[in-house]
């Protein structure tokens, strides 16, 4: 059994939607390990982007509580939880959010520089090790969108954290593109001992994690093969 | 920190379309502030140059109460022992040919050495022979005079130079250096009194005293003393109520200006609201966003305000001769040059750009503050459930409008308070357009249906689904065309009052000498009233005079012939009034009564020539002569306390049964030419009057026009953000089959739709405006009641405004649909 890094307990995230209660996160216990990758399945609002929103503190629980790397997220306060994002977190949305006025370069950068370092150097470093040498100095709209997830993907990994979110990193690509982003981003997590929870409806990114989760209205089950997921 | 500044600075020239918008309408608003407030310093610089430099080295001055003094009371004051220096002065002004009225000063050039530089710089630049014969020659022919650089130059005129003023052709001898621009003309202090048939008499003496309050107890019957501290303080009183509306004026259109900057700065913040959710996400700070987007911000409000800066600067060259024009006409004869160039007019419009920025970027800057990254980053914006806070915004208008009365009601304690109602006013009005936009658009949908098609209808859902966006600009828009509506309603109000007034007040059939700058001999007086026919000649005399510390002045007519032929409109007593004014009593104006607190039946001192009277009041009556106020008098009375015989002009009256009317008018007027004195029928003397009303007003009009020229640019900047904000949108359009054209009709029709709602609600709220200008403003400012006029131009001036302004605001919004929208496409980023 390997070192927490995650632990979530009796976790509730309820929301008022006209006029009555919907809960879109019930009791979800879970502990992650470092260095793990893991995959979280499930149909579309069954509450898995809540889940990470939570966990990365962009979101706050009706109840339970969240330890990341042996911090409550609730002692944390909103500046602790801005830090902690800031040095321990990385993110790569479905969308890619890349800042669309930042060139690709710029953009890997921030994250760097939001954590107090000067140098543009690991920057030029990370986008060439997502293959993307050359293309530094062209923004979001100049770029594929294969391209700019791996900007994306840059972006997280640059500042070395200890964990990545990934919301459906593959959900706005064509298979082909898909399968080589994922490849990348799983490979420069393990090379990096990165721990990676990634969303996903995809059935083909079970074949990279080592642990597999499912989640069905607001609650996790895990799920021991693929073909167990497939059925 | 540098990234997350430089990811929002990038925005400015990524949609720079968009950002020149924004930066011109913030220039055009402080343009307006800064133009107008150079204006008003370089009027009052002017005039302290002015009185500084014509007042030398003098500590006081001494004159009668009303009309000229005596010659012999200099002797009393050369041997006076709190007397330093005495120079007699004759202080008037011709009109030159073209009409142009430049000042004439009589110096004598012995006594004034003491006091002022001018006598001692004749011929200053020439030898000693020269010199000698230059003083020489000023000093003893007739019409010699010294005129200073600029008339000179402006004229044509030099050394030897003969030009023709109402008082006869002068000869320059010299011409000197005036600091102060205003054109001066000055002659020997003999030939002064003589060039306007003063011999025996001057108009003030110029004096340095070393005891104030002996001297003060020596001379105080009979004499108005005043000293530089005391002058000064009544020419600020003076101008200012005008001075205030001038600054006030100025502000409304840097209020348009906030509006627009709330507006970019909303609009800002929805594009930045993504950008915000990403920078939180990925561990930005709320206050590293909130920095980077003020800096933005200020950036952009600086940059306006430095253009503003320099146009204010260009603007005031214009408007200070608008307003020398209106105080020359109200007040007192002012030429002011506009004030040179500095850098502080580039810093004061940085200033004010900036500082406006801050004020309407702070509630964008809140939700900035509040924004969700979780919300956002699933694509969910405010502006979703911006409709159900319609309600709640408008409450809060209620909420402003009930402060906005409650000012209305302290009003009465100082203008100001007033002021701050009616701004609180129009801030209310301005959060109600989001109700105007929901209640509009139902009724609006079938119309733009019926005109433009489907291209129509959409156009104004559109505008009431994009309603956090589209109220602010609406409001903007709204609030520009109600002060279009509220100033041109209070002018024509105030217009008609005054042609009402004159109507009521200005019956005369001929009116002689009435330019201010030629008196009538009085033997002219007893020359018409040996004409037969004439039913009555007004013999009318005005002086301003200081009453209770503060500028106000004396009128006297002849009360039996205003009694028998003019139509007083009273606003206490009734024609019963004359009667005692033909005994002795005074009747004060409404401006008189409010401003001093002085009703029918009480009773007013007044320093007179052998010393304070008592006068009883009699009658108040309506006036627009003055906002400082007014007593008129008979001239018996006026004669018994002053001993001034002087007349300005006379009013002749002839009985509308005359059957020699015509010719006993031809007779008048063919006398008065002989005596060189101007003549006007009744037509022309209130066209004079009405004449110098719209010039007053020039500086309103310009403001008006400033401020709807700030709202084009929010309308157009708020059509442009909609187009880039929608491009998604307008992918799905273009794959649903909208072509072009459609698209070009359905901004045109988003442009006139949101006009035709900020125009609907400005007749409102115009009208209300101007009801405030009218009721609260104008009674506070200048104490007089203008009755409100329903006149239509107003409102289909500014119907037509908003009409233009909506269609060039699409212009640009037009141009982006023909070049960009043939390739847009349905996509995410």
Redesign the interface.
Known sequence: MGESIIRTYGLWKRYEVQGHDGAAIRGVDLDIQRGQIVVLFGKSGSGKTTYLNLIAGLDMPTKGRIEIDGQDLAVLGEAGRTLLRRNKLGFVFQFFNLLPTLTALENVYLALELTGVADAKPALETLALVDLRGKENRYPHELSGGEQQRVAIARALVKKPSIILADEPTGNLDSATGTQILALLVETCRAAGTTLIMVSHALNTCEYADRILRMTDGRIVEVSTCEALAH | ????I??????IV?RRGLSALQLLGIAVGVTAAVGMMLASRSALKSIEGAVDFLRGGATHTLERPTGPLEEKVLAGLLTDPAVRTVAPVIDRQVRIEGGERIRLLGLDPFLDREIRSIADRIGESESGDVRRKIFTSFLFDPGAVLVDAGTAKRLGLSAGSIFKTSQGPLRVVYVFPNPTGEPLIVADIGHAQELFGMRGAIDRVDMVIIDDDPFRARWVRGFKIESNHQKAETLAALLGAFELNLQVLSLFALFVGVFLIYNTAMFAVVSRR??A??????????R?IAAAFLVEVLLLGAAGGALGGVLGFLLSGFLVKVVGNAISSLYFFLKPAALPWSFLNLAGGIFLGAAASLVGCLPSLLELGRVQ??RV??GRTASRSAPTKTKNIALLGVLCLVVAGILFGLASRHVYVGFAGVFAFLIGASLFTGLAIVLSVPVLKPLFSVAMGLSGKIAVGNIRENLGRTSVAVAAFMIALSLSIGLGAMIDSFRQSVVWWMNSQLRGDLYISTKGDVNVPEDFYEELGAIQGIGGIDIFRNVPITFRGKPASITSIDASVLQRYDRFVWFEGGGENWEPVKRGSVIVSESFSRRFGVKKGDRISLEGADGPSDLAVTGVFYDYSTEHGVIMMDRSTYLKLFRDRTINSLGIFIDVTNPNRRQIIDEVKHRALVRGLPVATREEFHKRILDIFDGTFAVTRSMRVLAVIVAFFGIAGALMTLFVERRKEFGIYRALGFSTGDMVRMTIAESVAMGFISFATSTLVGTAFALILIKVINLQSFNWTVFYHFTPQPYLVTALTALAASLAAAAYPVWSVFRKYPAMQIR??
Do not use: C, T
């Open positions: 920190m540098k990234s997350v430089r990811s929002f600075l990038r925005y990524r993504r950008d959710g990403i920078l939180l996400a990925i561990g930005a700070s709320r590293q990254p979780v980053l699933q995410e980023e």
